[in-house]
């Protein structure tokens, strides 16, 4: 038997890295899932790559139409839903005195604002007693220089799940944050040249940077069951990188 067996989810920005290694989890988990992305294409492989029980659907997470278009896929095809899992996101080098008013937008725009209205447009969708995560990161933990836009874009999560979790109560839904630390996904291979991505590991007690099925392990934990008495936490899954 699955933890997620009979579970309807929807995982966002899940044509890569840590969300698809998640959805191809819940799936094998028992859940039917929706996964989205930007790219027709990508998206294509993606749901090759999960092989059964999911369902793609184009878009961005930052424009609100697209929303829409998601969740009434999910409404026509499923009814509702168990699991949302707000997992879009995107990230820009930018040094103070040199960040532009386009890198501010892009990550504001999608993981601050493109979390909020994903998960209240799924709120009608969503069950009582479902669980809601949110991916944070744990730069907005840390002072990594260059990072200062992209850490306070995800700052704002958590405080989106204190506050989501007394306006939910009475539903039983919970608000958690999965807060990875650095994982090798093609978005960090893309942001990182090799000095940074040594500078990045030096850091991490085990020299080494997390795998994307590590965080799909502990996006299971927030989705299912198992963490029934889990709730407005922030997760943070770094290999210690945050406490030493």
């Known amino acids: 038997m699955g933890k997620l067996d009979g579970k309807v989810a929807v ?27 930007r790219r027709k294409d990508a998206l294509d492989e993606a749901v090759a790559h999960i092989g059964r029980n999911v369902t793609g659907v184009p878009g961005d997470a930052a424009d609100l139409d697209d929303l829409d278009r998601l969740f009434d896929t999910v409404r026509r095809e499923k009814g509702a839903l168990d699991v949302l899992w707000a997992s879009a996101g995107t990230g820009e080098q930018g040094r103070l005195g040199e960040i532009t008013e386009a890198q501010f937008d892009a990550a504001f725009t999608l993981n601050a604002r493109g979390t909020l209205f994903t998960v209240q447009k799924a709120l009608p969708l969503l069950r009582d007693g ?3 995560l949110m991916t944070g990161s744990n730069a907005s933990l840390r002072g990594y220089p260059d990072w200062s836009v992209y850490a306070a874009s995800k700052a704002v999560l ?21 807060t990875p630390g650095q994982v090798a996904t093609p978005m960090m291979r893309d942001a990182l040249d090799e000095r940074l991505k040594a500078q990045f590991e ?7 940077m997390g795998h994307p099925d590590e965080i799909a392990s502990a996006a299971l934990f927030l989705a299912s069951d198992d963490s029934s008495y889990v709730n407005g936490m922030e997760l943070v899954v770094d290999g210690g990188t945050t406490v030493i």
Not at 158 to 178: F, G, Q, S, T
Not at 202 to 208: G, T
């Open 130 to 132: 479902g669980s809601i």
């Open 202 to 208: 030096a850091v991490i007690p085990r020299r080494e």
């Open 158 to 178: 958590p405080a989106y799940a204190r506050v989501w979790v007394a306006e939910l109560r009475d539903r039983k839904i919970r608000v958690n944050v999965l």
């Open 11 to 37: 995982i966002t920005g899940a044509t890569s890295g840590m969300a698809l290694a998640g959805a191809k989890l819940f799936v094998e988990e028992g859940a039917h899932v929706f996964i989205t992305g």
